[in-house]
């Protein structure tokens, strides 16, 4: 499928607007050049059907502009549309050049923009000279809509640009300016109801269709317009007779505006214009997609091939103030997966099971989420779980600053009592086991850890006591932190080797006995 290309060169703004909103509406493929420099580059790189030309240009003429771009052989064929102000003497520069097949006099009007167009592509290749017309008059006498947002998206993210409109319930049109294109989002009550480019070209787009969906892949040329046209009310007419499914339009719309979205959010998008009350073309009328940004994203992820590589890469939900959370569009299956997240992370194998997803369709979702900032990425680290028991208020604060650090690798507890302790052995196997010795002539174990010796079997024991405190000879072995510690200190102890002796091996001490735990801890 092949979408006719046609390549404005002119420097003025408002022109350049003017004829991207209307030819695009018929359903070209429209493509702008402020000046004669980029003209020529972008000539060479699209080769388009047909150049609109402006005669004046900065620190150049039109003239000189077409001859650069004919003198490469691959834009020989190309036919011109000269416009100017200016009468017979800007015309009779291009009356040797063959590829100038008409002309176009400014001010001029949208039928005549789209007429002109129209009969330079169809009878380009038989032109060989151009007639000239011209008054020397203001550019336009059609006015542009003024926008009532503008901004920069190097500073606003397109994402927190979005959520705006939607938490403010907004209708009309977002217009996003990347390098290379100019994407068009239709609000309604701040829900997207459709994404267009009439610079895109559409073959890009079906390139990602399912094969289910191949064979209205010719309609991508009419749902790509920013506006209305014959063609786009001869669809929606189809769809008032039922003689086209709007289901299968819709979906046509949505797997548009998956593509649109996701190339927006991953090539640094520009400029961004919101005009409110701008009505969207007839079609999203008729087959509107009317979704939620986040539900866009995945839609797009899912198109794309999946990275299943990194297994330690792991998922949280993510909460950023001023976020809008708006799940219109995502399936029950794909919410359900997000709702299995938390702070600790997942990986996509282990998020995939719960939910009962394909992992690549998994990391698809959780891809297009991570776009929307709904979840973040985290390196998935294997946890160990630490009780402590801290009498000493400093001691606490650095045990509970490190089981409070993410990226420690340890969760736990820290109590400051026996009684705590006793009850938190009880209900919890830790993998270690962080106990304070009691004061006396020499520092031993608190009396309600004797007391019930058997909590700590087959777990990491480490012993704090006093910078010149004597440790109980039946505590010897033991690896033992002295007050005051901190972070790092903790961390160099718990990795520690655990305590081995010739009678009872670590092996052993998981699956031995209470007499032989309670000879291990000196206990008699």
């Known amino acids: 499928m092949s979408t006719t290309t046609i390549l404005v060169i002119d420097d003025s703004a408002t022109i350049r607007k003017m004829v991207d909103s209307h030819l695009s509406q018929e359903g070209y493929r429209v493509m702008l050049a402020p000046n004669g420099e980029d003209g020529v580059e972008m000539a060479r790189e699209l080769i388009p059907d047909l150049i609109l030309l402006d005669h004046q240009l900065p620190g150049t003429t039109g003239i000189e502009v077409c001859k650069q771009i004919i003198q490469f052989p691959e834009c020989a064929h190309i036919p011109f549309v000269v416009s100017s102000t200016l009468r017979k003497q800007?015309?009779?520069?291009y009356m040797d050049v063959s590829n100038v097949v008409d002309s176009l006099p400014k001010p001029f009007k949208a039928d005549l923009l789209k007429m002109t167009?129209?009969?330079?592509?169809?009878?380009?290749?038989?032109?060989?000279?151009?007639?000239?017309n011209g008054t020397a008059v203001p550019e336009t006498v059609e006015a542009t809509t003024q926008a009532s947002l503008t901004g920069d998206l190097r500073w606003l993210g397109l994402r927190e640009l979005i959520d705006f409109l939607n938490n403010g319930r907004k209708t009309g049109m977002l217009e996003v300016q990347t390098q290379k294109h100019r994407v068009n989002f239709f609000l309604k009550n701040g829900r997207?109801?459709?994404v267009v480019s009439p610079s895109f070209d559409s073959a890009e787009v079906s390139a990602h269709l399912p094969?289910?969906?191949?064979e209205l892949s010719p309609l991508l040329q009419f749902t790509m317009?920013?506006?209305t046209s014959t063609r786009v009310d001869g669809l929606v007419e189809l769809m008032d007779k039922k003689i086209l499914d709007p289901r299968m339009l819709r979906l046509l719309l949505r797997h548009q505006a998956a593509v649109l979205t996701r190339y927006c959010f991953l090539n640094d998008p520009g400029e961004f214009t919101f005009v409110a009350g701008h009505e969207p073309p007839s079609l999203f009328a008729t087959a509107s997609i009317d979704s939620g940004?986040?539900?866009i994203l995945v839609e797009g992820a899912l198109h794309q091939e999946q990275d299943m590589a990194a297994a330690d890469r792991g998922w949280v939900k993510n909460s950023v103030r001023g976020q809008n959370l708006d799940r219109a569009g995502l399936s029950a299956r794909h919410t359900q997966l997000l709702s299995h997240l938390d702070s600790s992370p997942r990986t996509t194998a282990e998020m995939a099971q719960r939910v009962g997803l394909d992992p690549a369709e998994a990391a698809g979702v959780l891809e297009g989420l991570l776009l929307a900032e709904w979840v973040e990425n985290r390196?998935?680290?294997?946890?160990?779980?630490?009780?402590?028991?801290?009498?000493?208020?400093?001691?606490?604060?650095v045990l509970r600053g490190l089981i409070a650090d993410a990226d420690s690798g340890w969760t736990g507890n820290v109590v400051r009592d026996e009684f705590s302790l006793q009850l938190l052995l009880k209900r919890k196997t830790p993998d270690a086991v962080l106990i304070a010795l009691t004061d006396g002539e020499q520092a031993d174990l608190p009396d309600k850890v004797k007391a019930d010796p058997a909590a700590l079997a087959g777990r990491h024991v480490v012993l704090v006591a006093g910078e010149n405190a004597v440790v109980a000879e039946s505590l010897q072995d033991y690896p033992v932190l002295r007050r005051p510690f901190g972070v790092a200190d903790v961390l160099s102890t718990l990795g520690a080797e655990p305590v081995t002796t010739a009678e009872t091996s670590?092996?052993?001490?998981e699956t031995a006995d209470c007499d032989s735990v309670l000879s291990t801890l000196g206990v008699e």
């Open 506 to 509: 670590p092996e052993r001490i």
């Open 225 to 227: 317009s920013s506006g």
């Open 293 to 295: 940004l986040a539900a």
């Open 90 to 93: 800007a015309y009779v520069e």
């Open 379 to 397: 390196t998935v680290t294997t946890e160990r779980s630490l009780v402590g028991f801290e009498p000493d208020a400093a001691g606490a604060g």
């Open 192 to 194: 997207v109801q459709g």
């Open 117 to 132: 167009v129209a009969n330079a592509l169809e009878t380009g290749a038989m032109i060989v000279s151009s007639q000239a």
């Open 211 to 214: 094969p289910s969906m191949s």
